[in-house]
């Protein structure tokens, strides 16, 4: 299902709008996380391109420490002399050479997947842009490797879609929580009933939760 393209208009000054509007929504629709965001202060997403080298990135990235994977991926960027990843480029290493880069195994065919289904149009991150949530959901995680969560954080952090809940994700889940005073990890249907005021604003919400559980000294 394809989503209607946005209005031209600059593209800083739509995000700046369209984020003071999500704040000011959350924050009326839900006290609780009213003064999650009044603790944790204005909204910084870092943004990434919707493209192959961003998804590959991911998947260097899943179960690892932030530090140990950007340390992997800055040496599969050096090995691939490509900036950006291209399917080509990583086609182009021997799996030997990966390996030695420090990716495992499954992580290695993982990407060599999905840079094999990108290369041959089975993958397409332009047609991304253009399909409804769910639909790039079922579009990415036809790539073995490339799970739902995965897919919420491209949706969120690349393509900037406003109403991703990733009810897969540890940190979310913990941070409601602590947020909720529950007295165990929230199951996605109790997820999705706490997040009912958030909507359509739920990746916004789900930064701030994020963030919260680095100010926890704050709260």
């Not at 080509?88 to 195994?105: D, H, T």
Request: aromatic share 8%; with cysteine; proline share 7%.
């Amino acid at each position: 299902m394809m989503r209607t393209p946005a209005p031209q208009v600059s593209k800083k000054s739509f995000l700046h709008n369209a984020m003071r509007k999500a704040i000011a929504h959350l924050k009326k629709s839900d006290p609780v996380l009213a003064a999650i965001i009044d603790r944790v202060g204005p909204c910084k997403i870092q943004y990434r391109d919707p493209v192959f080298q961003t998804l590959v990135r991911s998947i260097v990235y899943q179960q690892l420490h932030g530090k140990a994977a950007l340390t992997i991926f800055n040496r599969l960027m050096e090995a691939a002399k490509a900036d950006p990843l291209t399917p080509e480029a990583i086609l182009g290493l021997r799996p030997v050479k990966m390996r030695a880069l420090g990716l495992s195994p499954q992580k290695l065919a993982y990407i060599r997947e999905l840079a094999r289904m990108t290369r041959g149009g089975e993958v397409d991150f332009q047609l991304c842009e253009v399909l409804e949530d769910q639909a790039v959901v079922e579009h990415l995680t036809r790539v073995k490797g490339v799970g739902v969560w995965t897919v919420h954080m491209f949706l969120i952090f690349a393509l900037r879609r406003p109403n991703i809940l990733p009810t897969g994700d540890l940190g979310v889940r913990a941070a409601i929580r602590k947020a909720y005073n529950l007295a165990v990890l929230p199951a996605p249907a109790e997820m999705e009933r706490i997040a009912a005021p958030w909507r359509p604003y739920c990746s916004v919400a789900s930064w701030y939760l994020w963030r919260s559980l680095e100010n926890q000294g704050a709260m």
